[in-house]
């Protein structure tokens, strides 16, 4: 069973940059694919980023395609989100997450994930 443990959030002027850490434990973390998921206060959670459990495939969502950057060292069992020019509307709490079973596919919907993190809050002022 994986566990998860997000840091790196923060306040961030608009236009700047933070970079997500996701740590993992368990002996088969490679093996799952990772996900990053938001939720704005008021709104439901919402993907932003996936990578496959072997860093082959990734997909993001539109709305930062270009601007995030997701990537994974299985050896140290963690998952990273590069956020840069960062956007008010960005603010969330962001989230990790496993999926929950072993997979090659990339995965973008939050019922494909069985293991989450407990967020880690991103604030963008203007």
């Known amino acids: 069973q994986v566990q998860l443990a997000e840091s790196g959030g923060g306040l961030v002027q608009a236009g700047g940059s933070l970079r997500l850490t996701c740590a993992g434990s368990?002996?088969?973390?490679?093996?799952?694919?990772m996900g990053w998921f938001r939720q704005a206060p008021g709104k439901e959670r919402e993907f932003v980023a996936a990578?496959?459990?072997?860093?082959?495939?990734?997909d993001y969502a539109d709305s930062v395609k270009g601007r995030f950057t997701i990537s994974r060292d299985n050896a140290k069992a963690t998952v990273y989100l590069q956020m840069n020019s960062l956007k008010p509307e960005d603010t969330a709490v962001y989230y990790c997450?496993?999926?929950?079973?072993?997979?090659?596919?990339?995965?973008?919907?939050?019922?494909?994930?069985?293991?989450w993190g407990q967020g880690t809050q991103v604030t963008v002022s203007s």
């Open positions: 990578i496959t459990s072997s860093s082959g495939g990734t």
């Open positions: 368990g002996r088969t973390f490679g093996r799952y694919g």
């Open positions: 997450a496993a999926t929950r079973t072993w997979t090659l596919v990339v995965k973008v919907t939050t019922s494909d994930y069985g293991t």
